[in-house]
């Protein structure tokens, strides 16, 4: 089954110690992007990484790094977690043909919160 | 970064009713998406627009690309239960990368 495979679904950490989210799709996209969701201010960009070893920045990139070392993974890492990083992360990918308006498909979601 | 502004922010309806939402932005995108999220679960493409004035349907939902390109909105008719969740609009901008600008969601709930 095609899908975009984020672990762990729920996360509760202290403020500075690293974490790693991990996120996997098994259909070969191109295109990997990491959002975070908040209550009245809808989906934010993090990173965004258009192939293996090439990542940018999204709207949102600051307390956040990411890696692309293979196509199918792009783990998102908090190295010093705070407060505010506490939301709902999701990763989505896209075949990245770059034609426009290719359907982003989105994983479930983890949830972090930082104490 | 492009901000969307979306609206209402939350809708509480009866079941059978019509649903409407939109979304307007200050610039212009070349890509409107509709996105349904379900609760606990990661968004799902419900409609794309590619040309300013397209009207596309998907069942029982309809969603228009403005002829400014500046703004979409999305009907439901008829809803049903499991029409309940967030709605995101969400715009793409093709300037030498694919990054999709996400409103900031219509929450959906029916009342039985």
């Known amino acids: 089954e095609a899908q975009v495979t984020q672990n762990p679904r729920y996360l509760i950490t202290v403020t500075g110690k690293k974490l790693t989210v991990t996120c996997s799709q098994n259909m070969n996209h191109e295109y990997m992007s990491w959002y975070r969701q908040d209550p009245g201010l809808g989906l934010r960009q993090i990173y965004y990484s258009m192939n293996v070893e090439v990542t940018d920045k999204g709207d949102v990139p600051e307390g956040y790094k990411v890696s692309r070392k293979e196509k199918r993974n792009f783990p998102l890492i908090l190295e010093s977690p705070s407060p505010n990083q506490t939301s709902l992360y999701f990763c989505?990918?896209?075949?990245?043909?770059?034609?426009?308006?290719?359907?982003?498909?989105f994983g479930n979601g983890t949830r972090l919160t930082v104490t | 970064g492009q901000q969307l502004n979306q609206s209402p922010q939350s809708m509480f309806i009866q079941e059978g009713e019509d649903v409407s939402m939109n979304c307007t932005s200050s610039s212009i995108f070349n890509t409107w998406l509709w996105y349904k999220q379900d609760p606990g679960e990661g968004p799902v493409l419900l409609i794309a627009?590619?040309?300013?004035?397209e009207l596309t349907s998907n069942g029982r939902l309809t969603a228009q690309f403005g002829i400014t390109r500046k703004d979409s909105f999305l009907n439901i008719s008829a809803s049903i239960p499991s029409d309940v969740g967030i709605y995101f609009c969400?715009?793409?901008?093709?300037?030498?990368?694919?990054?999709?600008?996400f409103g900031t969601g219509t929450r959906l709930t029916i009342i039985p």
């Open positions: 969400a715009g793409l901008s093709n300037f030498g990368n694919e990054k999709l600008t």
């Open positions: 989505a990918s896209s075949p990245g043909d770059y034609s426009w308006g290719s359907p982003l498909h």
């Open positions: 627009l590619y040309k300013a004035g």
